[in-house]
């Protein structure tokens, strides 16, 4: 195993799960999958945070995540979970999903880090049922001013050392070029100056035009 793959598989997932614990990012969760119901498909499923936060009513639930060591992580959620979880994929942009087959897709800090995110939204609007929606709090690319000039100035060894992750991304604008409705509950900084390049959240969701 190299020194990259040993980063990737072993130490990142750890790192992730930790950031977004719940002490910092419960109330994100929360809010993302309240009222949610039926089948829900969940883009970068991690170590299973979210599942604690799924309302009674959501019956099952697909996930999609590419580290091993991660859904390994997960399994004592899963377990106390006592719905369906089932991992159908490893990459958004090829889900091995029927059309029109989930009520909900849900993404949680993923959007940023998916290699092909263009189609990983296509997908996410196949795999939706008519009426459905695609719920996601995220970090995107600042509007304007010194803090975006430093989201693009350090992408490159940023991406490297974080899984690919992007902090140059403008999500809400990914999300209305594949054709959704894009709804905002919340759009600005959530984390002290220092962090600002990090810290410009985007939380709502979107519809299928």
């Not at 799960?17 to 039926?38: K, N, P, Q």
């Not at 799924?54 to 006592?82: H, I, K, N, Q, T």
């Not at 994929?89 to 009520?103: H, I, K, M, N």
């Not at 600042?142 to 899984?163: C, D, E, S, Y």
Request: aromatic share 8%; hydrophobic share 40%; glycine share 12%.
């Amino acid at each position: 195993m190299g020194v990259r793959t040993w980063w990737e598989e072993r130490v990142l997932p750890r790192a992730v799960d930790a950031t977004l614990s719940d002490v910092t990012a419960g109330g994100w969760r929360r809010t993302t999958t309240a009222g949610l119901h039926g089948e829900v498909l969940e883009l970068g499923f991690g170590s299973g945070r979210n599942l604690p936060y799924y309302p009674p009513e959501v019956s099952r639930v697909l996930a999609v995540e590419p580290a091993d060591l991660a859904w390994e992580r997960a399994r004592g959620r899963r377990d106390a979970f006592g719905r369906p979880v089932e991992r159908v994929g490893l990459d958004g942009a090829s889900l091995p999903v029927p059309d029109a087959s989930v009520d909900a897709v849900v993404s949680t800090w993923t959007l940023c880090t998916i290699p092909e995110l263009d189609a990983a939204l296509a997908e996410a609007q196949r795999v939706l049922r008519p009426g459905g929606e695609l719920r996601f709090v995220e970090h995107s690319i600042a509007p304007g001013g010194l803090t975006r000039r430093v989201q693009q100035g350090v992408q490159p060894v940023w991406g490297r050392f974080a899984g690919g992750c992007h902090l140059d991304r403008d999500i809400t604008g990914h999300l209305a070029d594949a054709g959704f409705r894009v709804g905002l509950d919340h759009a600005g900084y959530v984390v002290p100056h220092v962090m600002r390049p990090w810290g410009w959240f985007v939380h709502g969701r979107a519809h299928p035009a």
